[in-house]
T-cell receptor
Framework: GAVVSQHPSRVICKSGTSVKIECRSL??????MFWYRQFPKQSLMLMAT?????????EQGVEKDKFLINHASLTLSTLTVTSAHPEDSSFYIC???????????FGPGTRLTVL | DAKTTQPPSMDCAEGRAANLPCNHS???????VYWYRQIHSQGPQYIIH???NNETNEMASLIITEDRKSSTLILPHATLRDTAVYYC??????????FGAGTILRVKS
């Protein structure tokens, strides 16, 4: 299957700082990428849909000014958590949709801890 | 997208087949059935998907009933590494994946 990477895999930051997470599709070009968040013992929650060259579409209840998404190329989408607070601590996972079909492939996830 | 219903948990003996059921009684004719799994602290892994016909790949088989109201994911020879949460999702082409609670599969030696 297709490979999606995320960087960093783990990050610890102080409250009030911003953190950027990168998501890359390594062996295919993805016009659409997705960002999910997962709290302990819960299922994945879709945060936003990222389309190359256009503004992201956010799910209801997700603050677009807090979670900045950029999809500047067909292989890279970034999620920036601005002014992070302890309640933003979570497991952030991206996925990329393959262009030929409709299957989404997921990255390994980024564990964010805000102190 | 149609709602899916899965048992919250299942156990399976190592080496035996794991059969994971999924109910999607309101599925429409052009909704696909997708299966993913998530091993602890990792991103979800794509397993298989199908529309009407049964499908098989190197990981699993997907059996869809003729009326398409339910399906079964079959892991032919479960190993300890197959312990994970398995998600069954009904999806129109081009729509977003929305995850439910899934089935926790525990493979035991």
């Amino acid at each position: 299957g297709a490979v999606v990477s995320q960087h960093p895999s783990r990050v610890i930051c102080k409250s009030g700082t911003s953190v950027k997470i990168e998501c890359r599709s390594l062996d295919f070009q993805a016009t659409t990428m997705f960002w999910y968040r997962q709290f302990p013992k819960q299922s994945l929650m879709l945060m936003a849909t990222s389309n190359e060259g256009s503004k992201a579409t956010y799910e209801q209840g997700v603050e677009k000014d807090k979670f900045l998404i950029n999809h500047a190329s067909l292989t890279l989408s970034t999620l920036t958590v601005t002014s992070a607070h302890p309640e933003d601590s979570s497991f952030y996972i991206c996925s990329a949709r393959e262009p030929a079909g409709d299957t989404q492939y997921f990255g390994p996830g980024t564990r964010l801890t805000v102190l | 997208d149609a709602k899916t219903t899965q048992p919250p948990s299942m156990d399976c003996a190592e080496g035996r087949a794991a059969n994971l059921p999924c109910n999607h009684s309101t599925i429409s004719g052009n909704e696909y059935v997708y299966w993913y799994r998530q091993i602890h602290s990792q991103g979800p892994q794509y397993i298989i998907h199908g529309l009407k016909n049964n499908e098989t790949n190197e990981m699993a088989s997907l059996i869809i009933t003729e009326d398409r109201k339910s399906s079964t994911l079959i892991l032919p020879h479960a190993t300890l590494r197959d312990t994970a949460v398995y998600y069954c999702i009904a999806l129109y082409y081009g729509n977003k994946l929305v995850f439910g609670a899934g089935t926790i599969l525990r493979v035991k030696s």
